[in-house]
């Protein structure tokens, strides 16, 4: 069976980096991206980018630079993705999803989606 | 970076029909910004609905249809039922390979 299973939620001081992954089952892990997506509390899905799992070439949405990294263990099937410097507005849901088709130029989609991580950012 | 619009909200009657808009602030939607469409419920991950305009998931009811209307991507439900409450996202991709997603609509089926 084709899913994404990411890792438990977390609890983080302001100013520590957290790291949560994404593991994939049933399908080729290289063959396909891998999507981020942000979920504030009680706000809208944001698109984050995402990382060729074959190349390890990465897309950044605006306002993801910097502190953002996505990154993957193609030995373990897993895709990460890390976040330094941790701020209180980077609380949130974070979903990874399979970019299904040549995101690159366009047609991805989006499926399975991960079950989500929550990441709190509190001190 | 482009700014991707959806009506907040909208309110459906069971067995009516509904049409749910996504708009992009470079012009007009077409097929070549892949337009999808993601249903959350609360407490849930998103799941795809409809990819690339009209193509449906494998396990998205037939009441559901994707298209264009005049410069919008367009989600039609066709005889809502209790259970397609939810929010509905849509997605669109741009030609530097980045995507954004519309602020969502709660559907409220009423």
């Known amino acids: 069976q084709v899913q994404l299973v990411q890792s438990g939620s977390e609890l983080k001081n302001p100013g520590a980096s957290v790291k949560v992954s994404c593991k994939a089952y049933g399908y080729d892990f290289t063959s396909t991206a891998i999507n981020w997506v942000r979920q504030a509390p009680g706000q809208g899905l944001e698109w984050m980018g995402w990382i060729n799992t074959n190349t390890g070439k990465t897309t950044y949405a605006q306002g993801f630079t910097g502190r953002f990294v996505f990154s993957v263990g193609t030995s373990v099937s897993t895709a990460y993705l890390q976040i330094n410097g941790l701020k209180a507005e980077d609380t949130a849901v974070y979903y990874c999803?399979?970019?299904?088709?040549?995101?690159?130029?366009?047609?991805?989609?989006?499926?399975?989606w991960g079950q989500g991580t929550p990441v709190t950012v509190s001190s | 970076q482009a700014v991707v619009t959806q009506e907040p909200s909208l309110t459906v009657s069971p067995g009516g029909t509904v049409t749910l808009t996504c708009g992009s602030s470079?012009?007009?939607?077409?097929?070549?910004?892949?337009p999808s469409w993601f249903q959350q419920k609360p407490g849930q991950a998103p799941t795809t609905l409809i990819y690339d305009t009209r193509n449906k998931q494998s396990w998205t009811p037939a009441r559901f249809s994707g298209s264009l209307l005049g410069a919008k991507a367009a989600l039609t439900l066709s005889g809502a039922q209790p259970e397609d409450e939810a929010d509905y996202y849509c997605l669109l991709s741009y030609n530097n390979a980045r995507r954004v997603f519309g602020g969502g609509t709660k559907l409220t089926v009423l």
């Open positions: 999803a399979r970019g299904f088709g040549s995101c690159s130029d366009g047609t991805c989609r989006f499926d399975p």
């Open positions: 470079t012009g007009a939607v077409t097929s070549g910004h892949y």
